[in-house]
């Protein structure tokens, strides 16, 4: 049965932040964003966060935003990650002075449309929904993200969906979708362009038509990233004009009209 593949059934952030609290000392958020913001308000009210950190080439003066080389300088802490892309390595000058990393799925997702946690609770009471949705699932790959999906929500342990993601053919798979040279695509929240990166790679580079690319929070980042002179897409965008960025949200109806 589909309930029995749900082996999760306790959240480890907050047995984290139980241990947090038996060790006394401070515990800091690193990262200053809406991830940072999300895990405060989520959980902000049953413990105290000291604080927000980032490292000092990122800093920018806000209200409890610390540069975390200046508190590990004269404090030992422990550290929630609340930002995307966390490398370990790049705590390794501070590892003297952090006692605890917590790295787990505790910051995703919006906290003002749903700020209620997902746990076992919601599972066994919508067992019969949740069951009917897994069979309605034609393929394997599909049924075992849903499950990955679910019990990383319960558990916020990565170790979930990592069993089961796969970066090739993320939004291309051939076995679903197949592209031809005539295709144009529109990316809404286009990140830092490595999917409209793939879209150009995949269909002749002779006959593509405009890849418009749209990004309003990362703009900055997806401007670098085809900035980079190692990107080959450069070559595909001066030659044959492939990819054309926009610095607009998807739902900014009256910007779109005048695109």
Not at 76 to 99: M, S, T
Not at 170 to 191: H, M, P, R, T, W
């Amino acid at each position: 049965m589909f309930i029995d593949l749900i082996k999760a059934n306790k959240n480890l952030f907050i047995n984290e932040l139980d241990l947090c609290k038996k060790n006394g000392l401070k515990t800091y958020i690193y990262g200053a964003g809406i991830g940072a913001e999300n895990i405060i308000k989520r959980f902000g009210t049953k413990f105290n966060f000291a604080g927000m950190v980032v490292d000092k080439r990122y800093f920018t003066p806000k209200k409890d935003t610390y540069i975390l080389e200046e508190v590990v300088a004269y404090e030992k802490i422990n550290l929630v990650i609340g930002h995307r892309d966390f490398k370990k390595e790049n705590l390794k000058p501070f590892a003297n002075n952090i006692e605890k990393i917590i790295d787990l799925d505790c910051w995703h997702g919006n906290y003002e449309a749903d700020p209620t946690l997902f746990d076992r609770k919601f599972i066994i009471e919508n067992a019969e929904k949740l069951t009917w949705i897994y069979n309605e699932l034609q393929d394997k790959d599909s049924k075992d993200a849903l499950v990955g999906y679910i019990n990383q929500k319960i558990s916020m342990d990565y170790k979930y969906l990592k069993s089961v993601y796969r970066k090739e053919g993320q939004y291309f798979d051939s076995g679903i979708i197949k592209l031809y040279d005539n295709e144009s695509f529109v990316d809404c929240g286009a990140y830092i362009g490595d999917t409209a990166e793939e879209f150009v790679k995949r269909i002749n580079r002779q006959f593509i038509k405009p890849c418009v690319a749209w990004e309003l929070i990362f703009w900055k980042t997806l401007t670098e990233y085809f900035q980079d002179p190692l990107k080959k897409l450069m070559d595909f965008r001066l030659v044959y004009h492939a990819l054309q960025t926009y610095r607009l949200n998807c739902y900014a109806l009256n910007l779109m009209r005048e695109v």
